[in-house]
Each structure stands twice: as C-alpha cells, then as structure tokens.
C-alpha cells in the first residue's frame, strides 16, 4: 500500500487526521512508560494481546532499514490495563470497529 493510500485509510475511512494524531500521542505516552517502547512496538504489542491474534507480520523492507532489535522489543514488556483502558478510549472515538464492513479484512479476497 503506499502512501497516499494510507493517508486515505486515516481520513477518510478510520477517523480523521487529529484523532489519528491523538492516537500517536497515547502510544508514544504508553511507551515511554516501557522504557522507551516505540510508537509500533506498542501497536504490535496491542495486537498480539488479543486472544484470537496468532501472530503479526511487520512490514520490513529488507535493504532499506533493519528493525530486527527493535522489533524485538515488543516481547520486553506488557501493556497494563490503564494502558489499553488509554488507547481503547482513543480507538472508541474512531470508525476502527466498522472499517471491517466497508473496506472488508486482509486476505479475504483469498477465501
């Protein structure tokens, strides 16, 4: 996906640009909590924390940068509840619970 495709999944499918920034916001805030826990460690680690979550592929451009420590950290600490309680407040202003049904799940156009 590039770019401007993104910027459109923010704006105009998930919330709006502010909001998206708030949400940056609260999980800079989480991770600076962990130990300086980056933006996506603490996204990954959101994700992972969900029960029927297997796994997460992290988008890495193999040449370009490595984030292999890094992304490592995100089995280094554990979300507490005031830190999901911060970031579901912030997820429950977006359209993130309804984006299923207009824009449809990775891979089901292979099932």
Excluded at 80 to 100: C, F, H, K, W, Y
Aim: with cysteine; glycine share 10%.
């Amino acid at each position: 996906m590039c770019l401007p495709k993104y910027l459109d999944v923010i704006v105009k499918a998930w919330g709006n640009w502010t909001l998206f920034q708030t949400l940056l916001a609260v999980l800079r805030d989480v991770g600076d909590h962990h130990g300086g826990a980056g933006i996506a460690n603490v996204a990954t680690r959101w994700v992972l924390d969900h029960p029927f979550v297997g796994a997460v592929i992290i988008g890495a451009r193999l040449g370009i940068s490595d984030h292999t420590d890094d992304n490592q950290r995100v089995f280094e600490f554990t979300l507490t509840d005031q830190d999901r309680d911060a970031i579901e407040a912030v997820l429950n202003l977006s359209n993130g619970r309804r984006m299923i049904s207009t824009i449809g799940d990775c891979g089901a156009e292979y099932r």
